[in-house]
């Protein structure tokens, strides 16, 4: 399966700990988004990268979150001194633009965070 | 700021039913609607999703669904249904450009199908 892969699936934490999450995207897709999941609500966007190049960081990524993709591949999510407010799915998906379309994104099975 | 809303927060129906889901967004340009539906321990996997041209997209496993620009509407459709549709299903939109094209999601119907 070549699909996005996420790593790890679970993560248990005690509060003011760091974690790092890993997201592998399809190969050769050039775009990559974190988003974050709570129960009962849609996903919601964190991040953006194009290639290397973190575009665009929402309000709810606070200075505690940081995104890397260094090579334009894998991309790590860290958080730093974790909240329990920071308990969620964090789901990674990426993309690839085909021409002058639209990319549809496809998306990995997720980091599921507790922090105790 | 773009929003989805989906009313139906759990619906409950019988196999071979039909059923139609609701999701209206708020976003005066051109947008892009998807349909992505969760399984049970499964990742979000596209159902179907409209770009342009005919209002009316067909997906898989039989799932429509029909965009109504003057209603701001995206509905999900499926004649029959199975109780292999039990699921989660989210309405997503987003904003076509050469950049980030950030997904806005609906906070989900939750399907039952009772056998």
């Known amino acids: 399966d070549t699909g996005v892969s996420q790593d790890p699936r679970h993560k248990i934490t005690k509060r003011g700990q760091n974690v790092t999450f890993r997201c592998d995207p399809i190969?050769?897709?050039?775009?990559l988004y974190w988003y974050r999941q709570t129960l009962g609500q849609g996903p919601e966007f964190l991040t953006y990268f194009q290639n290397e190049a973190q575009l665009e960081k929402s309000r709810l990524l606070s200075d505690r979150f940081s995104a890397e993709r260094p090579k334009g591949s894998f991309s790590t999510l860290e958080i730093q001194r974790t909240e329990q407010g920071d308990s969620a799915m964090y789901l990674c998906?990426?993309?690839?633009?085909?021409?002058?379309?639209?990319?549809?994104?496809?998306f990995g099975p997720g980091t599921r965070l507790t922090v105790l | 700021a773009q929003s989805v809303s989906q009313h139906n927060h759990h619906v409950i129906l019988s196999e071979a039913a039909s059923l139609e889901l609701g999701c209206n967004y708020s976003?005066?340009?051109?947008?892009?609607l998807f349909w992505y539906v969760q399984y049970p321990g499964q990742h979000l996997q596209l159902l179907l999703k409209?770009?342009?041209?005919?209002?009316l997209v067909k997906g898989i496993k039989g799932f429509e669904a029909e965009f109504i620009k003057s209603k701001f509407s995206f509905n999900l459709r499926k004649p029959s249904v199975q109780w292999s549709d039990t699921a989660e299903y989210f309405c997503a939109v987003n904003k076509p450009n050469f950049g980030n094209e950030k997904l806005t999601f609906g906070t989900g119907t939750r399907l039952t199908i009772i056998p």
């Open positions: 998906a990426s993309s690839v633009m085909v021409g002058g379309g639209t990319d549809t994104q496809y």
């Open positions: 976003y005066g340009g051109t947008v892009n």
């Open positions: 409209y770009f342009s041209g005919d209002p």
């Open positions: 190969s050769e897709h050039n775009r």
